[in-house]
């Protein structure tokens, strides 16, 4: 299973949330003294003035990372960094030494071609075991819809985390709090002469270090996100981010920028895309299919560039685009050619928000097309280049959309998560045993997101090494002595349904030949048995990234003047949502092993861990059995 | 003098023939253009099944004497056209970055795209973007191609004129096959040179509008390949040029000489800093005498306490301002421990090299790109520090060097070149103690081990512990603790001498394991079929569909001692033992083993104890050993492999 995404950034909102986990890194070697955010909104004549002061104070509590001391702070056109003082104090000498270098640079993002974030690097002078560094800056917000967030937690322990934020009477603000159940943070609200103070202290908090195959660090780091509600002026109040109607009819006033000019062109090819075609359904799967095969995802961020899309007709003419590029001529060419479809917002599967929660540009990262055709709404995600029409990408399953009907209205709706029968792959494989060595000829049939993370990998994981070896590392089949022969791939554009894989296998020193006895074992493909979970140390979690369903059926040809006189037994499992079914039949000369295999689940939570190692220490049983054959 | 008559002299004679036959001296990139009418090129069969073929990549490096003033300037032009055949291959064409390094003035940028029925779309230039000091390589102009679509070709041709340099490197070997290459070096009446470098051909003379200079031209060149045991990048095919100012003569050795005089500075203080020279006192105790120890733990204190910055303040070079923030540059750290190994009375000499698997030190080809690399040999106790590697402390030279040639300078600013080579060929090397005996009636397999890492293997193994992110770190312990079992149920697992500061020369990393496991054991009727080769985890596999590109380059000389005894249960008896039976070795001219797997076994009453033992005396293995050398490397993963059959008695 790969995490497909890694491929697509969808940095499309991100620029706001500059996650400082670059250096997401362990333990006692580093912490954090405090971590302080002072927020305060000014408000006047119409107009929003809103600075952070930021405060970091750590302690080097070893010489094992030093690098820490490199430190980036990141601005774009929507923050400003003001009046940055850094200092380290080494006690042990009760001396304090200033940074007095920074420099202003620009990172090269694999995902993100081109983006206005710059970055304020520097180094603390002097820092060694013993060191304590104090970083004070000042962060000016411009635009009021990007207040962001506070992460009580980060990849260091911290000692102590304050939010503070001021504001005037005349302003609302909005919060809410998540995975802070296991610290306790210290709300107070103070009335001054002027407006409110509130704010939130919280101790001791642990540090925050990944895990594979768990979900993004948002989903388990405590923090707030905080939102300017509305604000009144002259007895009027005016709303900035109330509710979900307010975030979405900010969106919808962007989206109403949109460069319409030479829209006949775009027009011209959906008609070109559709002409022979009659039923809708079709037609939206051409045009589907043409914006997969002839746009190619490039990504800008500029300034509001990044949130309102190309004109249709430059992105055709461009052939290229970022999500809501694509998003835009699909609901350009679609609605052109009759079928209703709507711009749509949403977070990827690494954006743990519902709207309702926190009506802010946090919640998304993505911009993605949405229609409905004979009343079934269909996600469409024009940065996906191998899904089939009728799926969603996968890293958009189960996350909720934010649907654009007009300008003024739009419906929320869950893309749901897609059943493990529309992600299948189908094995066929007939093993010849002779003189000591396995030969086998294998076809692989795949459908939904099985199809897509093969093609994915295929084409750009194996990068310069050859077939062989590709097949050889991924698929992992009989043993690292496999030979791979005559591989054949289907064409892997999205209009084909099914993808085929097919190869001949040559495999030496697997079977065992002991006397006349031939013991030979049917499972050359062990996959999940690699999965099992670490109760003790693990954290969070385990994220699947589609649900799936494999169907193997392994004939062995029996060869001439042996018998068989073993043949294992039937084993089953079916738990929560996983199992496998393997069994075996002999008949006309043939040994037929059956297996399947599924995952009907995008998660297993940490009190199934039990449960998930019982299926897959079962499974590993069942793939240790073996066949044994005598002449 | 003489020589300023020269070029005032050549200047005349210039002045007189641009004059005359202005047309004569024009500059080459001028006139050189993209075809006016362009169509697509015709693919082979093998070509149309890549994601990308570059049909054509031309360059032209062209130094000229200027009518007037003295500045030589140097103009440089690329044009490239590559055929795009799928996403993959637009991905790969189509986002242009240009470095502005040492750009005076853009001549022109322009880029098009054809596609499969004709249409031609030009770049807008006003899409081109400029991107300000990018990490460490500076300013960039960066644009994406319009208009790619599978099937079309990406055309772009550029000309900078930059700073006058003397110096220049491109590599020619890129991800995609390439049709032709074409590099043109025009150095007219200037001493230029050019070296191509891993090319299958040779630069000829050629003169340009009449100015003098060199092509190369190279045919169907493949992408290098990723393989095992190899340097690739450092193969690639690469040019390196030469060219300096009318009438000079300057040689190699006056640039070496030059260098060595420019980057030593500093790295031989008369007399250390009084605050180091207190340091030191304190750091090193009684410790007065043994050069090993004394450069350990300087070694020690200086990554403890300072910090190696990159970016553009200069005074990260200036010693005082170092030795008062503890930040330093790459080669700013070098004077930190100059004058901490002065202060200790260590001999020392500073070495410039490059690393060896990006590229690989010419001595005969002066080229200051290759310059990257900067460590101290102390050489009473034949050791390296590497000051830029924090996961590294005095030792034998870090696999990223071992093999590459560098610039040894002693104290008295004299250098020579040395291949850098390991002095202990048993340095690095790992023993293995096992104990496997079957539980509650064969259920499941325990294995106790006991392990002993040496050299490069415990230097890594100490940095992984003590510098890796948690998540790694746990991957890390899977491989401590035998990876590769699936099933793997880890009792006990203890380490020893773990921390990075070891002042014993190459103690080992301990560690003690205990495991258990179900599925080692197969069952097969009423007999068990135990995965033996599987507990020494998973092995490297060498393969061979294709024709092997690159020479063996293996990290570091290695060894392996393994002994493995089995407790077989009263009541059954072995058989197949054969399979634990293997010998492959490489033997030299002389018949000595270069490298060698052998594993064999005895039976000491119900005790079956396997031994182990595989070796690579040397690093470096030409290409015609391949074959043999694989056989070695393949052996450890045939034991991988090995089961034995567990029958029960009758």
């Known amino acids: ?631 | 003098m003489k020589s300023k008559r020269n070029i005032y002299m050549k200047k005349i004679i210039v002045f007189m023939l641009c004059l005359c036959t202005s047309q004569a001296f024009s500059q080459y990139y001028k006139e050189y253009n993209w075809a006016k009418k362009p169509t697509l090129h015709k693919l082979s069969e093998k070509e149309a099944k890549e994601s990308s073929v570059g049909i054509l990549e031309k360059y032209i490096v062209e130094y000229k004497v200027p009518t007037f003033g003295n500045q030589v300037q140097k103009f440089e032009t690329t044009h490239t056209i590559a055929r795009v055949l799928d996403e993959k291959g637009i991905k790969t064409h189509n986002t242009v970055y240009i470095s502005m390094y040492d750009v005076i003035d853009i001549i022109d940028i322009k880029a098009r795209t054809i596609t499969p029925d004709g249409k031609i779309t030009l770049l807008n230039k006003d899409n081109i973007k400029e991107v300000k000091n990018v990490e460490e390589y500076g300013d960039f102009k960066i644009f994406a191609i319009e208009g790619a679509e599978k099937g079309a070709e990406i055309e772009v041709l550029y000309t900078l004129e930059k700073e006058y340099s003397a110096f220049g490197r491109d590599v020619l070997q890129k991800s995609y096959p390439i049709r032709k290459v074409e590099y043109n070096f025009i150095y007219g009446e200037m001493p230029g040179r050019i070296k191509a470098y891993n090319a299958k051909g040779e630069f000829v003379e050629k003169s340009y509008n009449k100015k003098t200079g060199k092509q190369l031209v190279l045919e169907n060149i493949v992408p290098m390949i990723e393989e095992e045991y190899a340097t690739p990048d450092a193969n690639k095919t690469y040019v390196a040029f030469q060219c300096f100012g009318p009438g000079t003569n300057v040689t190699d050795s006056m640039l070496w000489n030059n260098v060595v005089t420019n980057i030593t500075q500093g790295l031989f203080p008369e007399t250390a800093n009084t605050d180091v020279a207190s340091i030191v006192e304190t750091i090193l105790k009684e410790q007065k005498t043994d050069d090993y120890t004394k450069a350990y733990l300087v070694d020690d204190y200086i990554k403890k306490n300072y910090t190696i910055v990159k970016n553009n303040n200069a005074q990260l070079s200036d010693i005082d301002y170092i030795l008062k923030n503890k930040s330093a540059s790459e080669l700013g750290i070098i004077q930190v421990y100059a004058h901490f190994l002065k202060a200790a009375n260590v001999e020392y000499m500073p070495v410039i090299t490059s690393n060896v698997y990006e590229h690989k030190f010419d001595s005969a080809f002066f080229n200051p790109g290759a310059l990257r690399e900067f460590l101290i040999y102390i050489p009473k106790a034949y050791n390296y520090i590497a000051p830029n590697r924090i996961d590294y402390r005095l030792s034998e030279i870090p696999p990223s060097i071992l093999g590459n040639t560098g610039i040894f300078v002693n104290n008295k600013k004299q250098y020579n070149f040395y291949k850098i080579t390991q002095k202990d060929p048993d340095y690095s090397r790992i023993v293995r103690n096992m104990n496997i005996s079957f539980k509650e009636d064969m259920e499941y397999v325990q294995i106790n081990q006991e392990q002993e890492y040496y050299g490069h293997w415990a230097m890594s193994n100490r940095a992984f512990l003590n510098l890796a992110p948690e998540q790694s770190i746990k991957e890390f312990e899977d491989y401590l603790t035998s990876s590769g079992i699936e099933d793997k149920v880890v009792k006990k697992y203890e380490t020893k001498n773990q921390e990075m500061k070891q002042l014993e020369y190459n103690i080992p990393f301990l560690v003690s394991t205990s495991i258990t496991s179900e599925s080692l054991l197969e069952e097969a009727g009423d007999s068990y079929i135990f995965q033996v080769g599987k507990v020494i985890g998973t092995q490297s596999e060498l393969y061979q569909e294709t024709e092997r590109i690159n020479p063996i380059h293996m990290q570091y000389p290695n060894r392996y001692n393994y002994e493995i005894i089995v407790d077989v249960p009263a009541a059954y008896e072995v058989e197949g033992l054969e399979s634990l039976v293997i010998k492959k070795e490489l033997l030299n001219e002389e018949g000595v083993q270069k490298c060698k797997f052998e594993s064999n076994y005895r039976l000491e009453g119900n005790k079956l104890i396997i031994t182990i033992e595989e070796f690579y005396k040397e690093f470096e293995y030409d290409i015609s050993e391949y074959e043999g050398f694989r056989e070695v490397i393949n052996a450890a993963s045939d034991f991988n492999k090995a089961a034995i059959l567990m029958n029960p008695k009758e």
């Not at chain 1, 601005?75 to 960094?81: E, G, M, R, V, W």
């Not at chain 1, 039990?610 to 793939?623: H, R």
Request: hydrophobic share 35%; proline share 3%.
């Open chain 1, 1 to 631: 299973m790969t995490i497909i995404h890694s491929k697509f950034p969808f940095a499309f909102f991100l620029i706001f949330i500059s996650f400082a986990f670059g250096q997401n890194d362990s333990s006692e070697d580093f912490q954090f003294l405090e971590r302080t955010e002072n927020i305060k909104i000014n408000f006047n004549k119409g107009d929003f003035k809103i600075v952070k002061s930021i405060h970091e104070k750590a302690e080097y509590l070893t010489a094992n990372k030093l690098y820490f001391a490199n430190e980036t702070l990141r601005f774009d056109s929507f923050t400003k960094l003001e009046d940055i003082e850094a200092t380290t104090y080494l006690p042990a000498s009760d001396k304090t030494l200033k940074v007095d270098y920074f420099e202003t640079k620009h990172e090269f993002d694999d995902g993100i071609f081109y983006s206005d974030q710059q970055t304020k690097n520097f180094t603390f002078p002097a820092v060694t075991k013993g060191a304590i560094t104090n970083l004070k800056y000042k962060e000016v917000i411009t635009e009021p819809h990007f207040l962001g967030m506070f992460r009580f937690g980060t990849y260091a322990p911290t000692k102590k985390a304050v939010l503070r934020i001021e504001f005037p009477k005349n302003v609302e603000i909005g919060y809410k709090e998540f995975h802070t159940e296991n610290i306790s943070v210290n709300f107070t609200k103070q009335e001054t002469k002027n407006g409110h103070i509130y704010t939130w202290t919280t101790e001791n908090v642990e540090k925050y270090s990944g895990e594979d195959d768990a979900e993004a660090a948002l989903y388990h780091l405590p923090h707030i996100i905080l939102h300017i509600k509305n604000y009144t002026e002259n007895g009027k109040t005016f709303p900035i981010l109330n509710n979900v109607n307010d975030l979405y009819s900010w969106y919808a006033s962007l989206a109403k920028q949109v460069d319409d000019n030479e829209l006949d062109k775009v027009y011209k090819i959906a008609e070109d895309i559709t002409k022979k075609l009659t039923s809708k359904r079709e037609k939206a799967e051409a045009i589907y299919n043409w914006v997969q095969e002839n746009i190619t995802y490039v990504a800008f961020e500029d300034g509001l560039g990044g949130f309102i899309p190309r004109g249709a007709a430059s992105v055709c003419n461009n052939r290229y685009g970022d999500c809501k590029d694509m998003a835009n001529v699909l609901y350009v060419m679609l609605n052109h050619v009759g079928i209703p479809s709507y711009r749509t917002w949403i977070g990827t599967r690494d954006r743990p928000y519902l709207y309702a929660e926190v009506p802010t540009p946090i919640v998304d990262n993505h911009m993605i097309t949405a229609t409905v055709i004979d009343n079934d709404t269909i996600f469409i995600d024009g940065t996906d280049s191998y899904v089939n029409f009728g799926m969603p990408s996968s890293f958009t399953q189960t996350k909720e959309a934010l649907i654009g009907i007009s300008p003024e209205r739009f419906v929320l709706k869950k893309v749901p998560a897609q059943a493990a029968e529309k992600s299948k792959t189908v094995i066929e494989t007939e093993i010849n045993f002779e003189n000591g060595t396995i030969k086998a000829g294998e076809k692989r049939i795949m459908t939904g997101y099985e199809r897509v993370d093969f093609i994915t990998e295929y084409l750009y994981k194996k990068k310069n090494n050859t077939e062989e070896e590709f097949l050889n590392t991924t698929l992992a089949l009989g043993n690292n002595k496999t030979k791979y022969q005559n591989i054949q791939v289907s064409p892997v554009e999205s209009k084909h349904k099914t993808l085929t894989l097919s190869f001949d296998l040559l495999i030496e020193n697997y079977a065992k030949t002991i006397g006349s006895k031939t013991i030979l074992n049917l499972n050359i493909d062990r996959a999940l048995s690699k999965q099992k979970i670490d109760i003790e140390n693990r954290k969070y979690a385990k994220k699947i990234d589609h649900q799936f369903l494999k169907e193997y059926t392994t004939t062995f040809v029996i060869p001439d003047g042996y018998t068989v006189t073993s043949i294992p037994k039937r084993i089953t499992y079916d738990g929560k949502a996983y199992g496998f079914d393997i069994s075996y039949e002999q008949k006309e000369g043939k040994i037929i092993q059956h297996k399947t295999l599924y995952i009907k689940t995008l998660r297993i939570e940490k009190e199934d861990f039990e449960d998930w190692n019982t299926f897959i220490k079962k499974l590993i049983k069942a793939y240790k059995k073996s066949i044994i054959i005598e002449k």
